[in-house]
């Protein structure tokens, strides 16, 4: 500032000054809420993400156990399949066996 400026002058420079400091602190704090809209935005998708993770791992993990059941009845009916088999055969050569003629 110059110094031979009047009283009323550096008050009008004062408050040109304030009304200056006044708009970048208003600018700032707008930036300030976009920003915090943006994070929450961003820990709402998160939030959501992790539950969907959650809901996927237990629908995978039913999955498997369905898997591992249905492998377990195929592995038994394999099992009794063969014992028939043999069982049968066991039958057949102890009842005699092929009779031709």
């Known amino acids: 500032m110059q110094q031979n400026l009047t009283l009323t ?43 969907e993770e ?4 237990v629908r995978d993990e039913a999955l498997l156990a369905a898997v591992t059941s249905i492998q377990t009845l195929g592995s038994r009916v394999q099992w009794l399949v063969i014992s028939s088999i043999i069982l049968a055969f066991l039958a057949f050569t102890i009842g005699g066996g092929l009779k031709i003629g």
Do not use: F, M, N, P
């Open 54 to 57: 959650s809901a996927r791992k």
């Open 9 to 51: 002058q550096r008050v009008s420079l004062a408050e040109t000054d304030l009304r200056d400091h006044a708009k970048t602190i208003g600018a700032y704090t707008e930036q300030l809420r976009s920003t915090e809209d943006r994070v929450t935005t961003l820990e709402r998708q998160e939030q959501a993400r992790q539950i």
